[in-house]
């Protein structure tokens, strides 16, 4: 069983950058694909970067890969997401997810373990 704790949403301005950190608990942090996902009201929970066991990154869109950093530090089982020119589209509630299988993929349905979330508001 794995547990996440998401921290370092809040409030922003255009153009302002956020730092998210999710801490897992377990053993067996290392070997899992970790991912961020968003979800906005009235929408489906999305998917915005991934990071495999082994450091292969991958995200949602173009605009993210250049704005977005996603790492991680098996030292101390947590993955960040680094936001910088963030923008009122990325409002949203963000999720930290776990992938047994260390793949990495956009799916949801291959992340077994979710956090309960962190709300990040960007204001124009």
């Known amino acids: 069983q794995v547990q996440l704790v998401e921290s370092g949403g809040g409030l922003a301005q255009a153009g302002d950058s956020l730092t998210l950190s999710c801490a897992a608990s377990g053993r067996s942090f290392s070997r899992y694909a970790m991912g961020w996902f968003r979800q906005t009201p009235g929408k489906e929970r999305e998917f915005v970067a991934t990071?495999?066991?082994?450091?292969?990154?991958?995200y949602s869109t173009d605009s993210e890969s250049n704005r977005f950093t996603i790492s991680r530090d098996n030292a101390k089982n947590t993955v960040y997401l680094q936001m910088n020119s963030l923008k009122p589209e990325d409002t949203g509630v963000y999720y930290c997810?776990?992938?047994?299988?260390?793949?990495?993929?956009?799916?949801?349905?291959?992340?077994?373990?979710w956090g309960q979330g962190t709300q990040v508001t960007v204001s124009s």
């Open positions: 990071i495999t066991q082994y450091g292969g990154r991958m």
């Open positions: 997810a776990a992938d047994p299988s260390g793949l990495g993929l956009r799916r949801l349905e291959t992340y077994n373990y």
